[in-house]
């Protein structure tokens, strides 16, 4: 799971970093809410946790201008104000959770896990689908016209963050990362797993639904595009 921290105390997000690094998460970290928004916008990720009190820019802000943006990322915010007025004004703005410091770790990845479920079965339970293609999300099979290819985990994981935000782009760095971490292998491993990936899914057929963007990613393009 991939997380965003926008938290501007160095203290407290060294103890957040600690604790879910431990437990396997990926994070990054923005020190204000502007670098917080722009991380935002230009990444995807599963969850942020997102203070109120921020320098640049305030964690209401941040939060509307990412909905207004068109980021649909839960959004679970830190106050150390206990007030009905800022729990309200953080779920106006867009907030899907609210958190009052001092917190407990294993409640806030509580939360965390609760809302990342809530999103899952909102979105898709089984199977994704854009065109023709259809991704079974518990055999790890794509169907496509009348055939089916089984994918290994990683072109799995590739089709299904490109079936998950298409049509837009996915950059490289994005897949790289929910891949491989910073533990990125030499040479250009991830070319040659989209050329994998085409073998299966579009090779055989007219139209190409993986679009190569130079020198940026990837993208899905139904085919009233091509």
Same mark, same amino acid.
Not at 33 to 62: A, F, K, S, W
Not at 183 to 210: A, C, M, T, W
């Given at each position: 799971?991939? =997380? =965003?921290?926008?938290?501007?105390?160095?203290?407290?997000?060294?103890?957040?970093? &600690?604790?879910?690094?431990?437990?396997?998460?990926?994070?990054?970290?923005?020190? @204000?809410?502007?670098?917080?928004?722009? %991380?935002?916008?230009?990444?995807?990720?599963? %969850?942020?946790? *997102?203070?109120?009190? *921020?320098?640049?820019?305030?964690?209401?802000?941040?939060?509307?201008? *990412? +909905?207004?943006?068109?980021?649909?990322?839960?959004?679970?915010?830190?106050?150390?104000?206990?007030?009905?007025?800022?729990? %309200?004004?953080?779920?106006?703005?867009?907030? &899907? &959770?609210?958190?009052?410091?001092?917190?407990? =770790?294993?409640?806030?990845?509580?939360?965390?896990?609760?809302? $990342?479920? +809530? +999103? $899952?079965?909102?979105?898709?339970?089984?199977?994704?689908?854009?065109?023709?293609?259809? %991704?079974? =999300?518990?055999?790890?099979?794509?169907?496509?016209?009348?055939?089916?290819?089984?994918?290994?985990?990683?072109?799995? $994981?590739?089709?299904?963050?490109?079936?998950?935000?298409?049509?837009?782009?996915?950059?490289?760095?994005?897949?790289?990362? $929910?891949?491989?971490?910073? &533990?990125?292998?030499?040479? @250009?491993?991830?070319?040659?797993?989209?050329?994998?990936?085409? @073998?299966?899914?579009?090779?055989?057929?007219?139209?190409?639904?993986?679009?190569?963007?130079?020198?940026?990613?990837y993208q899905l393009i139904p085919e009233e595009n091509q």
């Open positions: 799971m991939k =997380l =965003l921290l926008v938290e501007d105390h160095q203290d407290i997000a060294g103890i957040i970093f &600690d604790f879910f690094e431990i437990k396997g998460y990926t994070l990054d970290y923005a020190s @204000n809410g502007r670098q917080g928004y722009d %991380l935002g916008c230009e990444n995807h990720y599963d %969850l942020i946790i *997102l203070d109120v009190m *921020l320098p640049r820019m305030d964690g209401y802000t941040v939060c509307k201008k *990412l +909905r207004e943006h068109g980021v649909d990322t839960p959004i679970l915010m830190l106050t150390a104000r206990d007030t009905r007025e800022d729990t %309200l004004e953080g779920f106006s703005q867009g907030a &899907d &959770d609210y958190l009052v410091k001092p917190f407990d =770790l294993e409640i806030l990845e509580a939360r965390i896990k609760a809302l $990342t479920r +809530r +999103r $899952t079965g909102e979105t898709a339970t089984t199977t994704l689908t854009f065109g023709q293609l259809e %991704l079974d =999300l518990g055999s790890h099979t794509v169907h496509r016209s009348n055939c089916s290819f089984s994918l290994n985990p990683t072109l799995f $994981t590739i089709l299904k963050l490109l079936m998950v935000r298409a049509p837009k782009l996915v950059t490289k760095e994005e897949i790289i990362s $929910t891949l491989w971490g910073d &533990d990125e292998p030499e040479g @250009n491993v991830l070319r040659s797993h989209i050329y994998q990936l085409r @073998n299966q899914i579009d090779k055989p057929f007219k139209h190409s639904y993986i679009k190569t963007v130079p020198k940026v990613g």
